[in-house]
Structure formats: C-alpha cells, structure tokens
C-alpha cells in the first residue's frame, strides 16, 4: 500500500508541476533574462521525470529495505515534506511569478533532500545514492533561481 502511495504521489507532483511550469513558459518566464547556462526547455522535460523516477524508487526501497512503514516513517515524512516544497517551488515561481521567494523555498527544499538523504542513509545506500543527482539538479536550479532574480 505505502509503495502506492509514494508513485502515487510523487507522479502527482511531477504532474501538478508540470501543469504550471508549461503555462508560464508561454508567457511569463520567456521574457525573463536569464543566465548563459540556462539549459534549452526540452532539458528540463527530460531530466525531471528521470530525477522523479529514482526519487520513488529511492523512497520504495527505504520502505522494503525498513521492513515496516513504521521503522522508516521519519524517513518516509521528510521525503513526503520534500516532494511538498517541491511542488510549492514550481508554483511560486512559475503559479506566483515570485522569484525572491521562490529562492527562499528552493534552499529549504535543498536542506530538505539533504535531510531526507540523511535519514535514508540509515536504510540504504543506494537510495541515498538515488537521490544525489535530485540534490545536484536543485542546486543547479538554486543557480538558475538566483541568476534570474539578480538579472531581472
């Protein structure tokens, strides 16, 4: 059931952002300047349903590699925690067109994944490891974020 819930929700949020992401690259975010690496926008379709990918599959694995939902639940939350800020990101800079306060939430989200590759650790390495590009992906964003915010 819990191994539902996870690609369940994980799906759900690479989908919600999705929506919103798409919306405002028509309009808002094409007349932002922006940094010499900002990669083209077919980069970013490609690369989150794979950092999604292995975000499940990493919370999955922690769930077996557990033995019980109960054993890995502090895991399990900061990893559901995450893929909530996550979400909130797209929408506030994407939704909300708020740039400054988009930066505030992506180094949370970031201290968040570090938390939740912490607290995975302790049931595998592997998932941990499934996790790293997700960390170097966001910290690739926390560049693109900030650039953003001081070019415009």
């Known amino acids: 059931m819990i191994t539902f819930v996870i690609a369940s929700l994980t799906a759900a949020t690479a989908g919600l952002g999705a929506v919103v992401s798409s919306k405002a690259l028509d309009i808002w975010y094409l007349a932002l300047d ?5 990669p083209p926008g077919y980069v970013f379709s490609i ?19 557990a033995g019980s ?13 995450q893929l909530a800020l996550n979400l909130s990101w797209s929408w506030m800079f994407f939704g909300f067109q708020e740039v400054l306060l988009s930066m505030v939430v992506l180094v949370v989200l970031w201290l968040l994944i570090l938390a939740t590759m912490r607290a995975f650790s302790k049931f595998s390495t592997a998932a941990t490891l499934m996790l790293l590009p997700y960390l170097i992906w966001v910290s690739f964003a926390g560049y693109l974020n900030g650039s953003i915010l001081f070019l415009n």
């Open 34 to 38: 922006k940094p010499e690496l900002t």
């Open 47 to 65: 690369v989150w349903p794979i950092l999604f990918v292995l975000m499940a599959l990493a919370a999955v694995l922690v769930r077996i590699k």
């Open 69 to 81: 939902f109960a054993a890995c639940s502090g895991a399990l939350g900061l990893y559901f925690t």
